[in-house]
């Protein structure tokens, strides 16, 4: 199957990057994303093409102490936490004795910010964190042959497989089957099939097999080992002791399992070997497989809660084979669905009734289960990270009901006196992919009732820690003037949070709809500071600028600093005199301090009407033309080429003027014949 290279984006500024930027960027960079999202395959396609990098499970990480590879690829550190309660400090230690080689991590959300993210930082301040994006739709169709793409679209939506595209493997497979599926296919089906067809073949390093096995025996030895391993928190068994691992393994149908069995499935393609030990290919099959034994066994819903889950709700390191349960078998719905409806993050396939069913249940845990309420409240790191995984799935979507029937749960089964933070960010969130006129006047409605107590405060936080934002512009709006009317004097501009929000503002309610007012844009600019023009003033356009310009105390709104990025952004748009207007107006205006290179203008963008202008300008204000003439990168070949285009002798004036500045220019004078015909005259004069 074709590689395609994965893209990445940085968690505090955005970028989206490549691998190799990943590696770069810092000693230590880790990478974010759930089961499946295509971390290891990335990390092992760059190994097989990068022989100074060596890739290891973070359970070898003390077996190996010296590397002389230099960069060290860890993988799925959160899976190693199940059999290797010490890997956090071991990796510190490792890190630490190893500071001249580069680390890349990867791990799943929650894992990261719970047990690792707070101690890696502390080591490294310079520490990146990435999230890995999803192939798109056009990545996917590089995989696909031409005439197969339209098919592959039209079999992924009549069957509602959209969200298994971020599954790196489902992709490989589906690409390579699709035709192969009848159109009732579903999410169970497709690993069903990926199982049997790895199951069937030898693994590498493994002699076949003699004896013939019945295929659904092999998958259920292998489903009661999965499951074996799961709830002892093994992430790999050793084939020195398979006797034992037999006997602990759940029977079949009544039957003990016996060594022989487990070395007739661990000669398959399902698992890898290492040395004397094994592993499942794949986390997420593993996973499967586990819930597919708890299956066929009509584990009732109780003893399903004493294996996976604590009084409150599943083990989040269980999480996995209760979704992968609850897509096998909808019997059980309604009891896991009023024990922890966020298991349902991922089920593909929820009726009318069930996402009825499931909203009500959320809205309920929300507001009264304490756990919840502190797990998920809208301004913790937790909180962050929970949102970030549930973000997108189906506790948000309920694409079954129409935006009325929504409404009037909300309206049913929120005790609204008061609001809770939690509550709140749960329905901003669900109005960010449900949305809703009715919701929307709703939550503003609560939000009015308590404007002057505590408690909207903590509402407020949590959007500018979040940075809570929803598709729909006229929201947007509506909650930045709420926010100015009621909160703005609470912070300024050395608040970092509110800076990030205001800029995420003037990204939604300018950049993605270019409606909005001038006074709202002078806010947001008055509460940005000069470091972050960067991530604003580019967008801006040139229309709004000149309103700055002719904005009366502009002066008292802004520093020398900003005002040179409406400069940048005058002479990159090529608004020429405009430009020089606000040079003679401001006499201090010039290139000081736009060191980033993406900030500077190249002297081959200068046009004939700018050059021009300048060459009219009267001696006196020659200090004009070198001002403006700061914006652009000037260097030797740079200013050979502007003499090329704009000849000495035809604008000796203006050339003997930038000599005075730039001394390069002056040697160039002294070879022109016109430059000593002038100092001849100037003689005679």
């Known amino acids: 199957m074709k590689f395609i290279p994965r893209k990445f984006k940085n968690i505090e500024s955005n970028d989206i990057v490549d691998f190799e930027e990943v ?18 395959y990335q990390l092992k396609e760059y190994t097989q093409n990068n022989k100074n990098s060596i890739l290891l499970k973070s359970r070898y990480v003390i077996k190996n102490k010296t590397q002389k590879k230099h960069i060290l690829l860890f993988d799925s550190i959160d899976e190693a936490l199940i059999s290797y309660p010490n890997i956090k400090d071991d990796l510190i230690d490792y890190i630490e004795e190893n500071q001249d080689k580069k680390f890349i991590i990867t791990c799943r959300y929650l894992e990261w910010k719970e047990y690792f993210e707070k101690e890696l930082k502390d080591l490294d301040d310079e520490l990146k964190i990435y999230e890995i994006i999803a192939l798109s739709k056009k990545e996917i169709d590089n995989l696909l042959k031409e005439e197969d793409r ?20 489902i992709i490989f497979h589906l690409v390579e089957n699709f035709r192969s599926y009848d159109n009732n296919s579903n999410y169970v089906n497709i690993y069903e099939r990926i199982v049997k067809e790895y199951i069937t073949k030898i693994g590498e390093d493994r002699e076949e097999e003699d004896t013939n096995r019945d295929l659904d025996e092999l998958v259920l030895i292998a489903s009661s080992l999965a499951t074996y391993m799961i709830l002892n928190r ?15 393994c759940y029977k079949i149908d009544g039957k003990s399992i016996i060594a022989d069995d487990l070395t007739a499935v661990l000669k398959t393609a399902l698992f890898e070997k290492k040395g004397d030990e094994f592993t499942f290919f794949h ?30 709700r599943f083990y989040e390191e269980f999480e996995e084979v209760i979704i992968y349960l609850t897509n096998m078998n909808n019997k059980l719905f309604n009891d896991i669905v009023n024990f922890d409806p966020f298991i349902f993050r991922r089920h593909l396939s929820l009726t009318k009734e069930q996402q009825k069913q499931l909203l009500i249940s959320v809205l309920d845990k929300v507001q009264n289960e304490e756990w919840m309420i502190n797990s998920f409240k809208g301004t913790g790191i937790r909180s962050q990270s929970r949102w970030r995984v549930l973000n997108g799935s189906s506790i948000f979507k309920y694409c079954e009901l129409t935006d009325k029937e929504v409404y009037e749960i909300i309206i049913n089964h929120i005790d609204k006196n008061p609001i ?3 509550t709140f960010t749960y329905l901003i969130k669900l109005l960010e992919f449900k949305y809703s006129k009715e919701v929307e006047d709703f939550l503003f409605l609560q939000l009015e009732k308590i404007s002057s107590s505590e408690q909207v405060i903590y509402i407020i936080n ?43 503002f003037f990204h939604t309610l300018y950049v993605k709809n270019n409606n909005i007012d001038f006074k709202i844009i002078q806010l947001i600019f008055r509460h940005i500071s000069e470091y972050d023009f960067s991530r604003v003033i580019p967008y801006l356009e040139v229309k709004d600028i000149e309103k700055f310009f002719n904005y009366e105390s502009i002066l008292s709104i802004f520093n020398t600093h900003h005002l040179e990025w409406f400069m940048f952004i005058l002479l990159k748009n090529k608004k020429y005199k405009e430009a020089i207007k606000f040079l003679e107006e401001n006499h201090f205006i010039e290139r000081r301090t736009l060191y980033h290179p993406n900030f500077i203008l190249s002297f081959s963008e200068i046009d004939k009407e700018l050059f021009l202008l300048l060459n009219r300008r009267e001696e006196k204000n020659y200090n004009i033309v070198c001002r403006a003439l700061s914006f652009y990168h000037l260097s030797e070949e740079n200013i050979k080429g502007l003499i090329k285009k704009y000849p000495i002798e035809d604008f000796l004036d203006f050339y003997i003027c930038l000599s005075k500045f730039f001394k390069i220019i002056l040697h160039l004078l002294k070879k022109n014949e016109s430059y000593y015909i002038y100092l001849e005259n100037r003689k005679k004069r």
């Open 234 to 248: 093994l992430s790999f068994i050793s084939s020195t002791n398979l006797k034992k691992v037999a006997s602990e």
């Open 420 to 422: 809770s933070v939690t």
């Open 150 to 169: 339209k098919f592959f679209w039209k079999f992924i939506d009549d069957n509602h497989l959209e969200s298994l595209l971020k599954n790196i493997m």
């Open 283 to 312: 986390k997420s099959i593993q996973e499967y497989l586990t819930a597919y034994f708890i299956n066929y066994k009509k584990l009732d819903f109780e003893n399903i809660k004493k294996l996976f889950a604590n009084k409150l």
């Open 23 to 40: 590696v770069n960027s810092s000693n230590i960079s880790v990478i974010l994303g759930e089961p499946a999202s295509g971390k290891t």
């Open 462 to 504: 949590g959007f500018i820690q979040t940075k809570t934002f929803v598709k729909e512009y006229s929201f947007n709006k509506r909650l930045f003037s709420f926010i100015v009317d009621n909160f703005i004097d609470r912070y300024n501009e050395h608040n970092r949070k509110f800076q990030e929000f205001m800029i995420t």
